[in-house]
């Protein structure tokens, strides 16, 4: 299990779904015969699953995707302690080359519209005065903003009991500034921009509005009365919850962004 925690967990997921999707193609037609796996079968399951000109209208992967799954089920091997089959590799770059024009022919995915400040305005308008969940999501989205971080960064594995130090923000990485109380500096692990085992900075500077991440984090240290424990979490009663990467908490945070496109049609 210590080798895993080389990987980060989104990259752990990302290898484990190339996996599972390898091992489907192989017993599927009949070639799954276990670790290690031979370079034909990988050749086979990349002009199976990857996209072609001989039928670019067939629900094919993209060569980014593809080189994705390779990464996937060379690490499996390594985990295993098995034999990677590197001879194939001429053949499987040039699968991925021609994957690569096909793709060409494939519209791209359309980029995440920006946040802009009146989208954060209408976002406090909507969360301050709410329960003390969207009040700790309203904070979180603040600080993520100022901080240019991903919101993923800023939430938990599991939405109570003990929090992970590894991979999540505490209280006790946040460092205030004690002359005027106007910087704030978080001290943030497993960033995805930062190398492995750095711990990652990310400096807020205060603001004269109701939108300030300086006052966000206050906020967030209030509430957790003094406790080592989440930063962007809430009490509710006498347990402690956190904001979950996944679960109520994002899917609170995308209504609100569904409901934020609804309104600025209306901006526009």
Same mark, same amino acid.
Request: charged share 35%.
């Given at each position: 299990m210590h080798m895993l925690h080389a990987w980060r967990w989104s990259t752990l997921l990302s290898y484990n779904s190339a996996v599972k999707r390898f091992i489907l193609f192989a017993k599927k037609n009949n070639r799954w015969r276990g670790l290690p796996v031979s370079g034909d079968v990988i050749t086979e399951f990349c002009l199976e699953i990857g996209r072609s000109f001989a039928d670019p209208s067939r629900d094919g992967v993209s060569s980014k995707t593809l080189t994705k799954y390779l990464f996937g089920i060379q690490a499996w091997h390594i985990f295993h302690g098995a034999t990677y089959p590197t001879g194939v590799k001429p053949r499987i770059n040039l699968i991925l080359r021609a994957c690569d024009r096909v @793709?060409?022919?494939f519209p791209k995915n359309k980029l995440k519209k920006s946040i802009h400040i009146k989208h954060l305005i209408f976002i406090y308008k909507s969360l301050h005065n709410g329960e003390e969940e969207q009040k700790a999501i309203l904070d979180l989205i603040l600080v993520a903003f100022w901080g240019m971080a991903r919101l993923k960064e800023l939430t938990y594995d599991n939405n109570e $009991?003990?929090?992970s130090r590894w991979n999540s923000i505490l209280t006790t990485d946040v460092d205030i500034r004690k002359l @005027? $109380?106007?910087?704030?500096? %978080?001290? %943030?692990r497993e960033a995805k921009t930062a190398s492995a085992g750095e711990t990652q900075l990310i400096k807020l500077r205060g603001q004269p509005n109701i939108l300030c991440p300086v006052e966000a984090v206050s906020r967030r240290l209030a509430n957790a009365r003094g406790a080592k424990t989440s930063l962007f979490g809430y009490y509710s009663g006498k347990k402690r919850v956190q904001l979950l990467r996944s679960g109520n908490s994002c899917h609170t945070i995308a209504f609100e962004q569904r409901r934020l496109h609804r309104v600025l049609r209306t901006l526009v």
């Open positions: @793709d060409c022919i $009991g003990p929090v @005027d $109380g106007k910087k704030v500096t %978080l001290r %943030l």
